[in-house]
């Protein structure tokens, strides 16, 4: 089943939760809202659902409008966060609970109800469970009982709202990789909601990027990350280092004087003496120690951790000028280059961006390749 989203605003008081939002879902996709908390995310899941109504837009499932339709109507299943199993019934009852509610006349048989959960316990692995109560089990046993209940009664959209947000990191990884296999399977249309971008550009085929009630960026995980549409965008999907600057004749000036940094940015050769905002991810800088007339940001080695075979550096600018929004500047290095490096903490070191991303104020595309 297909979603489009048009329009759709809702405001709680003076809170505008959602600001003209469309968006389009294609059958069998599975896509991924990704924001951090208060962007409305879970809002938008919920007025698709049917559990909150839009104060204007619609939603249409199918290109059938669906916006006044009922949530027993809509043909949802849904996920939430802490599992919301009922704790008096077994696993099998659990399961077996939507469609046993379904009205008499395509209410199924019990021999079909049996039939249909156990298939269902076995596509999320847990046919074994089937006697035992919810207290009994694992957190990521309960979630995958929750969706094999959502599951029950065919839904054609299942949602999910933060659905591995209460377990634990492991089990987290788990789960994501679990759920994208059986994804693969059944090829239900699936919105998830998730603060998590690493689970978001694991798990969906595609990603939708809230910021304050608004779709900032949407597109495949692989393009929201190689090109991110706004600085929201880049500093919300993954660690970056943001230093700003003024841009002048195509290249973008971080610091003063000779230790001034200089990016090309031929994109911006029109602007002159303009604001501008450099991200630096911290497996994008080279780094080497510091030594008389070298260009790039001078930085103190502070800290550095060293786990499996990444080194990650925790630097401190000492030009103010230079120091951006950084108290501390991260960097990456691989593991084997830090041990021949021999540094150690204290010393000066000197970074040079291999890639940066520059966004200028005012600029009518915002975002381009340094």
Known sequence: MSIEIRDISKQFGDFHALRKVNLDIQSGELVALLGPSGCGKTTLLRIIAGLETPDQGTILFSGEDTTEVHVRERNVGFVFQHYALFRHMTVFDNVAFGLRMKPRAVRPSEAQIKAKVHELLGL????????????????????????????????????????FGALDAKVRKELRRWLRRLHDELHVTSIFVTHDQEEALEVADRVVLMNHGQIEQIGTPQQVWDHPASPFVYGFLGDVNLFRGRVEQGEVVIGEGQQGLRLDSPEHRGADDGKAFAYVRPHDFEVQRYATGATGIAARLSRAIVVGPIARLELIPEDATQSGDNAVIEAQIPASQYRELGLTEGELLVLTPRKARVFVEGSPDLAQAA
């Not at 847990?126 to 309960?142: E, H, K, N, T, V």
């Not at 959502?150 to 839904?155: I, K, T």
């Open 124 to 163: 999320v692995q847990l046919d074994w469970l089937a006697d035992r109560y919810p207290s009994q089990l694992s957190g990521g046993q309960r979630q995958r009982i929750a969706l094999a209940r959502a599951l029950a009664v065919e839904p054609k959209v299942l949602l999910l709202d933060e659905p």
